[in-house]
Each structure stands twice: as structure tokens, then as C-alpha cells.
């Protein structure tokens, strides 16, 4: 029982320090934007396009939010948004070149975060955390709905 209260209060306190994270700007400059629309431009950018309801899906956010989150990136110049030639009822959103630049950023952005937290650890600990982290993953891919934020 002790193990399992040790457990949830560190996944609490890890997931108020994402949260945290979450609310402070994902970007530097005008293109500045939230860790979800961070998230969502990072997904484009591998895909190059993809329906609203396709990135609801894979990120496993509410479709409503994804619309809002799809829009505020249009606004910023980031994606372009059409109706889908085959089916008019879907929204493509598609990546631009300032969108594309700004992924790039990202990504280093986040990939030197991680190679900063990951270089203050063991290898022990990183061995540990990846698995560990693999198993969570597993475990939330299985079963959890879309929620309404990343």
C-alpha cells in the first residue's frame, strides 16, 4: 500500500509540473504558442496533413478543443485549413513554411531540454525511466479516452 501512495503522489507531482509547463509558451517570438499547439504543430510536421478529426484521434483531444487549438494556429500563419475534396464534412489542416520552421525549433527546443534532464541522471536512471515510461505508455495506450487537453 505504501508503494502505491509513493506512486501516486510522484505521477501527481510529475503531472502538475507538465501542467505547469503546459501554460508557459511553447515558442519564442510572435509564433509563441501553448504546449498543445506545440504538440499538435510537431504532429503536422511529421504527417505534412492531416483531418482535424485524424489529429483529435492520434493526440487523443476532444475534437471541440482541437478546433479551437487548429484555429489559433491558422490565425498565427502556422497551418492552412480546407474542406477535404473527397469528404466535405472534414477540415484538412495542413502545415506551412512558417509552420514547418517553427516545428524545427521546437523540436531542438524540446530535444535539448531532454538531453539536459537526461544528462543529469545515471545511466542506471535513464535505463529505469525508460522503462518505466514505456510501461506507462502501454498501460494509458490501452484504455484511456480522448481527453480534453494533451
Known amino acids: 500500500m505504501a508503494e502505491i501512495d509513493s506512486l501516486e503522489a510522484l505521477l501527481a507531482r510529475v503531472m502538475r509540473l507538465v501542467a505547469t509547463q503546459g501554460d508557459e509558451p511553447a515558442g ?3 509564433a509563441a504558442m501553448t504546449l498543445t499547439e506545440g504538440v499538435v504543430l510537431v504532429e503536422l510536421f511529421g504527417a505534412g496533413e492531416a483531418t482535424q478529426a485524424q489529429l483529435s484521434a492520434r493526440l487523443r483531444v476532444d ?3 482541437m478546433s479551437r487549438v487548429c484555429s489559433s494556429l491558422e490565425r498565427k500563419g502556422l497551418v492552412a485549413r480546407e474542406r477535404d475534396e473527397r469528404n466535405r464534412r472534414n477540415l484538412v489542416v495542413r502545415i506551412t513554411g512558417a ?3 517553427a516545428a524545427k525549433g521546437l523540436r531542438e ?3 535539448e531540454r531532454h ?3 537526461l544528462g543529469a541522471m545515471t545511466a ?3 535505463q529505469g525511466l525508460m522503462l518505466g515510461l514505456r510501461a506507462l ?3 494509458l495506450d490501452g484504455f484511456h479516452p480522448p481527453r480534453e487537453a494533451i
Do not use: F, L, P, Q
Open 124 to 126: 542506471e536512471e535513464r
Open 137 to 139: 505508455a502501454r498501460e
Open 28 to 30: 519564442d517570438g510572435a
Open 63 to 65: 475534437k471541440s478543443r
Open 115 to 117: 538531453e539536459r534532464m
Open 99 to 101: 509552420g514547418t520552421t
Open 109 to 111: 527546443t524540446w530535444r
